[in-house]
């Protein structure tokens, strides 16, 4: 296919570094645009930012001149890292201009035309788009990828929806390059555990269920389960565990749920797109894992991993959930919202 360009709009924060690291030599996406604050603008992306990921900027990007985040000579297909502070405005004035913005803000996220998209889980919310342009007259469209937290909690409980979910709590074990940099300060995180991440609780029960529910012609029905979170910042670097205890609808075995999560599948695995990994969930038989340091990197960081299911005694299941924050949490999340994009046909 046509190769094509894209831009990142907050390319010199955090996030953005993510994005420019997973879109290195994608095959289908060829990063030629970025966009920072005025202060940035001008300058080239290595004397505008310090690079605080491994390794280098890759040669390609690190030449090129930030561009200032306002609409003008930027490419139709642009992913968004943009701060929280800023990104309403700056998302709706490049949405307004025609392009589409594939964002990684909190912002638009509950917006009830916006899709909230797990390709694997929600594929067809992508349905909202066309509400979004008729209300909105906007000659372009945003779609988001969910809280970090929210995607490995959504993928761990997506392939038990089909056994009726009626309760969850969720506990959360979240690592330190989720605040961003420079983050938590290291005498508030080394050899201590955080109880307190601002609005994460609220973002994981709202989330989860705007994702897990349904189509319902010009809006989402949201799941109906009831959704609690405690969420906690641990001195992990990369990869978001959480535990789940899930109450279903149905008598199902243990044997059964394995059987939902090695079977689990959606369009990015049957339309092999380029950041979909083969197995989206996938359990380990191992009593201690996953774990962060040994799973949060394979298949790219874009797999989630479960394991340590077993009965619980206050509701019916209880399971061990891991996933890459930066990656499938958040840039390679959005980049693989794109390629379904892409693949529907909504970028033409």
Not at 117 to 131: F, S, T
Not at 148 to 169: D, E, H, N, R, Y
Not at 253 to 277: D, H, M, V, Y
């Amino acid at each position: 296919m046509k190769e094509i360009e894209v831009g990142i709009l907050g390319a010199t924060g955090m996030v953005g570094q993510h994005f420019i690291k997973f879109l290195d030599g994608h095959p289908w996406f060829r990063l030629t645009w970025l966009g920072a604050s005025e202060r940035s603008a001008g300058k080239a992306y290595r004397d505008a930012a310090k690079w605080h990921l491994g390794g280098t900027a890759p040669a390609a990007v690190a030449g090129l001149t930030v561009s200032e985040a306002k609409p003008g000579n930027a490419p139709k297909l642009l992913f968004s890292a943009m701060d929280a502070s800023v990104a309403t405005e700056i998302e709706q004035a490049f949405a307004a201009a025609g392009h589409t913005v594939v964002s990684n803000s909190k912002n638009h996220r509950m917006d009830a035309d916006v899709p909230l998209l797990v390709p694997e889980i929600n594929a067809d919310h992508l349905q909202l788009l066309a509400g979004q342009k008729a209300t909105r007259g906007w000659g372009g469209q945003i779609v988001t990828n969910p809280n970090c937290s929210t995607v490995v909690l959504t993928m761990g409980l997506a392939p038990l929806k089909q056994f009726g979910i009626k309760k969850v709590v969720v506990t959360t074990l979240q690592a330190v390059s989720g605040a961003g940099y420079p983050g938590v300060p290291s005498m508030d995180i080394l050899g201590n555990v955080v109880p307190f991440i601002g609005g994460e609780e609220e973002k994981m029960q709202q989330e989860t269920q705007k994702i897990l529910g349904d189509f319902a012609g010009s809006h989402i029905a949201p799941l109906t389960a009831g959704v609690s979170a405690h969420c906690n910042r641990v001195a992990v670097i990369d990869g978001h565990t959480v535990t789940i205890s899930v109450e279903l609808e149905a008598k199902v075995t243990e044997a059964e749920i394995k059987q939902a999560f090695a079977s689990f599948r959606g369009l990015p695995q049957e339309r092999n797109l380029p950041s979909a990994p083969q197995f989206p969930v996938q359990y380990m038989e191992e009593v201690d894992r996953p774990q962060p340091r040994k799973d949060a990197e394979r298949d790219r960081g874009m797999a989630v991993f479960v394991g340590r299911l077993r009965p619980c005694p206050v509701f019916d299941w209880k399971f061990v959930a891991l996933g890459h924050n930066t990656v499938r949490g958040a840039a390679g999340a959005a980049v693989l919202n794109a390629e379904l994009m892409v693949s529907e046909g909504l970028l033409d």
